[in-house]
């Protein structure tokens, strides 16, 4: 289309036009740049299209001096926002399906323009998966397991500009490969609209695939969601909800299952975090890596930024074992690990976090004092939290004031058959994922106090090991059966807190004996079971 509509002095001026996204999608939001020599601050679009084969040019030259096709910008760079073509265009739903061109040209009141510059337009789905057209205002709603299937599949429905929300829970056992990769990371809008996806079982043998609901994420966003029952299995970058955050955010997201991995960044909810921010999550996922390093109940390894989240699920690793996280060199702020366990080959394991070092950004961190360890010794390694006894973290004023988290808006706590825990509020299918360990040692674990000296061992009951403090040194420990017989002894070689390895003895009722250098003793029965 070559317009003789401006009549004046000036020349059509060269011009370059690009577009986002490109070629234009005709369901999708767009935005046109043209850049040109200086035509000033007070730059219009005039705009026509191609429909079928024939111009449309809806209209007059001078009647696009308005604010509706006013373009921001200025020394030869001109933007214009169209929020939706079909409207823009007052184009009808059979016009829209035959869009093929849109052709543009800058122009002044004056009558200064540009040559015409034009753009290609792809037919976008319409009223995809359940509905909507993938639009912050109208996104995709995904309601079934063939939704889900087709949405894994089709990469076009990835892109940054693409908004997606579940309208219900939906069986994820139909999922052959996660959505995105890291050569094709999701970069959209994901609302889990507080449902879940359940049954996720995905599994890879390739080392440097990442595994997860989502393989990779990069720039988008994970809100509202959870993920239950799942079973991700791979070598490495390995979680349930994402295998890599490379950068975005995810937000308000639970996971239970169980992960797997054999090599490094292994996590509850996020193998690896590059540098998303991850806020407000929680993970209550068995979690578990033969080899190499970075294992933990949220995230495997991270250099991104984390706050607000706790997990629950019993951790074992190699080599750089936590609670929350296995190896970080980023931030983690106001979080808590009430893990089930944490077991590590090697030294470089923790209740919270299995390395310490000078990477490391936290604050405000939290971890039960109580949960399950071994083999490793727990040196100083991964000292990022403060412990704390079960009892003081199962009130609910004193969580609340440790954590600093919103339970007005964001969490809720709940409280069942005596056991109170947080959740997501407005999220559906979250039971309780605190081990039993945990409620049996805030009700009855056994305390000494005399002398000014404090003793305690607990939990109570325990599983395989028994974990004594003291206010001060202590001398032995000795452990004996209601029979009489000498199960263990421990000496306290001046320490303040020893561990006294009970996994293989058979359940039932035993005798403690502690005595502290300065001679006070305590006694202390104890179940195992």
Partial sequence: MALSLSVGAFAQNPAQITTVPSPAVSTKALEVKITTSDMGQEVYCYSWCEVNGS????WEWAAVNTSKFRMTGNGGSYTIKIDNIQEFYGLSDDQLEGLTKLGFIAKTPGGNQTEDCFVNVEQGPREAYAGGYGTADSPYILTTSA???????????????????????????????????????????????????KNVNLSSTTLGASVGLFGALSGGEIINLGV????????????????????????????TGKVTGNSICVGGLIGENIGATVSDCYAGVVVSNEDDYATGGIVGKNTGAVKNVYATGEISGKDYVGGIVGANYGSIRNS??????????????????????????????????????????????????????????????????????????????????????????????????????????????????????????????????????????????????????????VNGKGSMELTVDMSGASDGMYIVSVVSQSGSKSVFKLIKK
């Avoid at 939906?170 to 996660?178: N, R, W």
């Avoid at 674990?445 to 325990?462: H, L, Q, R, S, W």
Wanted: aromatic letters at 10%; proline letters at 5%; charged letters at 20%.
């Fill in 55 to 58: 111009e449309i040019s809806p």
């Fill in 147 to 197: 939704h889900l299937a087709q949405f894994s599949t089709t990469s076009r429905d990835w892109s940054e500009d693409t908004y997606v929300k579940l309208g219900a829970d939906i069986d994820g056992v139909v999922l052959t490969s996660p959505i995105g990769s890291t050569g094709s990371p999701f970069k959209g809008h994901f609302d889990g609209a507080g449902y879940s996806i």
């Fill in 228 to 255: 239950t029952d799942a079973n991700m299995a791979g070598v490495n970058n390995v979680g349930t909800l994402v295998g890599t955050a490379i950068s975005g955010k995810i937000e308000r997201c639970f996971a």
């Fill in 336 to 489: 808590v690990a009430l893990n089930t366990g944490v077991f590590g080959d090697n030294d470089y394991a923790a209740r919270f976090g299995g390395n310490n070092n000078s990477q490391n950004q936290v604050s405000a961190n939290h971890s039960w004092d109580g949960m399950s360890r071994g083999p490793a010794n727990w040196p100083m390694h991964g000292d990022h939290a403060t412990d704390k006894k079960a009892s003081e973290l199962i009130d609910f004023t004193t969580f609340k004031t440790l954590t600093g988290w919103d339970f007005d808006n964001v969490w809720e706590w709940r409280n069942e058959d005596g056991k109170p825990y947080p959740v997501l509020r407005n999220l559906s299918n979250q039971t309780n994922t605190i081990p039993a360990s945990f409620f049996a040692s805030s009700a009855v674990e056994e305390i000494f106090e005399a002398d000014k000296v404090m003793i305690t061992a607990g939990p109570n009951p325990f599983a395989d090991y028994v974990t004594v403090r003291c206010s001060e040194p202590l001398a032995t420990v000795d452990v004996y059966s209601l029979a009489g017989g000498k199960m263990a002894t």
